[in-house]
């Protein structure tokens, strides 16, 4: 039962995350697809800790940290090009 | 499932190739390594992702941004 939910869980996430690449892929401005990739990349942390779960090593979870730390700086790296840009 | 993640690996990595604007570019590149750290992660290679979320999420977004500072964004053709 709880294989077939995880399972059920991680399919969806997928269908979560084609779904918001087509707005990073199709959105006309750079702010519809800064906030996609917020979206996706809050996705793929769900899909990674799922994973580490699903596999049951402690290991895998390390990398949705790491991810979420420098995936943090890359983002607040494009918002403050974006508000400079807007200034200019 | 990996055929599915190596399919949007390719779509964004093509538009990423195709872009006319630089920002739009990088944040394509950013998605693209956040998927293969997912990709790696499910080819029961944890090391490489946890190389990979950070350095290709974090620090390479950062010099891509800091390097299309200093120059003009959109190109002209």
Same mark, same amino acid.
């Given at each position: 039962?709880?294989?077939? $939910?995880?399972?059920?869980?991680?399919?969806?996430?997928?269908?979560?995350?084609?779904?918001?690449?087509?707005?990073?892929?199709?959105?006309?401005?750079?702010?519809?697809?800064?906030?996609?990739?917020?979206?996706?990349?809050?996705?793929?942390?769900?899909?990674?800790?799922?994973?580490? $779960?699903?596999?049951?090593?402690?290991?895998?979870?390390?990398?949705?940290?790491?991810?979420? $730390?420098?995936?943090?700086?890359?983002?607040?790296? $494009?918002?403050?090009?974006?508000?400079?840009?807007?200034?200019? | 499932?990996?055929?599915?993640?190596?399919?949007?690996?390719?779509?964004?990595?093509?538009?990423?190739?195709?872009?006319?604007?630089?920002?739009?570019?990088?944040?394509?590149?950013?998605?693209?390594?956040?998927?293969?750290?997912?990709?790696?992660?499910?080819?029961?290679?944890?090391?490489?992702?946890?190389?990979?979320?950070?350095?290709?999420?974090?620090?390479?977004?950062?010099?891509?941004?800091?390097?299309?500072?200093?120059?003009?964004?959109?190109?002209?053709?």
């Amino acid at each position: 039962m709880t294989d077939f $939910i995880l399972q059920a869980m991680l399919v969806m996430l997928m269908l979560f995350a084609v779904g918001t690449l087509l707005r990073l892929l199709l959105g006309p401005t750079a702010s519809d697809r800064l906030v996609a990739l917020n979206v996706l990349s809050a996705v793929s942390l769900a899909l990674l800790v799922l994973w580490g $779960i699903k596999v049951g090593r402690a290991l895998y979870l390390d990398v949705a940290l790491v991810y979420d $730390i420098f995936g943090f700086l890359g983002f607040l790296a $494009i918002t403050r090009f974006l508000k400079d840009r807007k200034e200019n | 499932m990996t055929i599915l993640l190596l399919f949007l690996i390719l779509s964004l990595g093509s538009f990423a190739l195709l872009s006319k604007d630089l920002l739009h570019s990088v944040i394509a590149l950013s998605a693209l390594s956040m998927l293969s750290a997912l990709m790696f992660t499910m080819l029961k290679a944890p090391d490489v992702a946890i190389t990979e979320a950070a350095v290709g999420a974090g620090i390479s977004t950062i010099i891509f941004v800091w390097a299309i500072r200093h120059t003009r964004r959109r190109s002209k053709d």
